[in-house]
């Protein structure tokens, strides 16, 4: 083998191998993300965001945050289940269905999914925009009304320019980030 012919195998050698490594870094990044936001009870994450006109990104998004896809999850503030509703919560949302569940029922993925849906539907009524149901979700649904009562939060009353509350504020970054993440690896699914 001529001296020429060796350097070109040994540049193409150099060439090919951080090819090869990238290659393989954004599969195992990809595999890794969808591992860790994965499209997991389709079938009640469509049923209840169509139902409820909740879109099923911010479905997925809240179980990866709240759960991160754990049945069984319980917070250290009494959360249950996939989409961390709180006891206290499911009894306010059975009076508005007329249904019965209990808090263990809250472990049921499809009980969880469903609650979470129609939670967000009245949200989404309340305040019209998707930050602001976020907000409610997680800080309560009369704790944001108040903040968009001060004008230090909310310069029109209807959308925060601030919120006072920096674990509110983080959990916000939390959902938003994981549908955007839902949306580029699942761009055909939403």
């Avoid at 954004?26 to 389709?42: D, G, I, N, Q």
Wanted: include cysteine; glycine fraction near 4%.
């Amino acid at each position: 083998m001529k001296k020429s012919e060796k350097k070109r195998k040994k540049r193409l050698l150099l060439f090919l191998i951080p090819l090869a490594v990238i290659i393989l870094l954004v599969l195992f990044s990809r595999k890794t993300a969808e591992h860790m936001y994965p499209l997991k009870y389709t079938e009640y994450v469509n049923k209840y965001s169509a139902e409820y006109n909740v879109p099923k990104d911010l479905l997925y998004a809240t179980i990866a945050v709240e759960s991160g896809f754990d049945e069984k999850a319980k917070s250290n503030v009494g959360a249950l289940g996939l989409t961390q509703i709180m006891p206290d919560t499911l009894v306010w949302l059975e009076k508005k269905t007329g249904e019965e569940y209990t808090a263990e029922d809250l472990y049921n993925p499809e009980v969880s999914i469903k609650y979470c849906a129609y939670l967000y539907s009245i949200l989404f009524e309340k305040y019209g925009t998707r930050d602001e149901a976020i907000c409610a979700y997680h800080a309560g649904i009369n704790q944001v009304a108040v903040w968009l009562q001060n004008e230090e939060y909310s310069a029109d009353g209807k959308t925060l320019d601030r919120i006072p509350s920096k674990v509110t504020e983080h959990y916000l970054n939390k959902v938003i980030n994981a549908i955007n993440i839902y949306n580029k690896l699942y761009e055909k699914e939403f």
